[in-house]
């Protein structure tokens, strides 16, 4: 079994109809490329920088983090590679010694709004992301925005980089893609506006459904509530690949829910292209999505998000992976 897994890395991930797909891995420290590598990865599409800055006492510096981020832009050659700005807070702290107390950590000052309200931590990554640009295929993720403002803020943050950078005579790639995490409701409510300032988009579904379902994701007593097929956020998730598609700007989900083979055909159906996940999911998930039939799978995807009834999902999805 392990072995023909094995044997589909080198397997371009195309649907029956002739649909391709981009699988891509999440890495959370350079060593993981080889991982990525080895499962036939077509890109990073989510490199969690947070964990450069977590269990240490001082901020790694610009040169530290220059040296990283090259460092997985060189190993993946011309493949994407996707670097995710600063996500540091709740279930992300740098130390959780010295964590300030705070009631609701979750929904604190935490990942862009943190970097929002210290400028100078943020400004360093940048200019250490941007350099990094020079040296392979980088983008730049803003995760947990939740509005246009906060947008607008970071993309005036981006471009001061850039300037100090020109003043300096640095090189970096001037027409850095810049990206957004969709992972707060109110930011899969107004996708649009966001596919409209941003060239991509990607689908933070594991934080999507804490903040839709009020459940906290690191709370045991609650994760039985924690259900991806809850109508609700099913028709989050669809309702920002279709901004995306609309607008002709890239979607991918890079949640856990990507990973999982028995949700691939569903989110096809929900017309999403680009999934991105552990290493160690990639190969299952080709496998199903080589014998996934769009045109067979679409009317089954738009039952299951025409439904508000939770219990009807899971029967419908096994009928649809049935298919
Ligand atoms: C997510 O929220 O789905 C996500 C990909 O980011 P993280 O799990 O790092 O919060
Ligand atoms: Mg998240």
Do not use: W
């Amino acid at each position: 079994e392990q072995q023909k897994l094995k044997r589909l890395k080198l397997t371009k991930a195309v649907t029956l109809d002739g649909t391709s797909i981009e699988l891509h891995a999440n890495i959370e420290v350079p060593e993981d490329v080889s991982h990525a590598r080895a499962a036939g990865a077509t890109g990073i599409g989510l490199y969690r920088t947070e964990f450069l800055f977590m269990n240490r006492r001082e901020m790694p510096g610009e040169e530290e983090q220059f040296s990283a981020y090259r460092s997985v832009a060189e190993a993946m050659k011309d493949l994407p590679v996707t670097i995710r700005t600063l996500d540091l807070g709740a279930d992300k702290e740098m130390n959780p010694d010295t964590a300030r107390t705070c009631t609701n950590p979750a929904l604190g000052l935490r990942a862009i709004r943190l970097c929002l309200s210290e400028p100078a931590i943020f400004l360093t990554q940048l200019r250490a992301i941007l350099r990094a640009s020079h040296y392979g295929k980088i983008k730049i993720l803003i995760p947990m925005l939740s509005s246009i403002t906060e947008l607008r803020q970071t993309l005036a943050l981006i471009e001061r980089a850039k300037q100090s950078l020109d003043a300096e005579k640095a090189h970096y790639d001037k027409d850095i893609q810049v990206g957004g995490m969709i992972e707060i409701p109110a930011a899969a409510l107004c996708a649009e506006a966001f596919a409209r300032e941003l060239d991509f988009l990607s689908i933070g579904t594991n934080d999507l459904i804490q903040y839709s379902l009020a459940i906290d994701r690191t709370d045991d007593t609650v994760s039985h509530l924690y259900n991806p097929l809850h109508p609700a956020v099913l028709q989050l998730v669809e309702m920002t690949i279709r901004a995306g598609n609309k607008l002709g700007k890239p979607v991918s989900v890079c949640g856990e829910m990507a990973g999982e083979a028995k949700l691939a055909r569903l989110l096809l159906g929900f017309g999403l292209r680009q999934f991105s996940m552990h290493p160690s999911q990639i190969l299952t998930v080709k496998r199903q999505i080589l014998q996934s039939d769009l045109p067979l799978i679409t009317p089954v995807a738009r039952k299951i998000l025409g439904t508000q009834d939770i219990d009807r999902v899971e029967p419908l999805l096994q009928k649809l992976n049935l298919q």
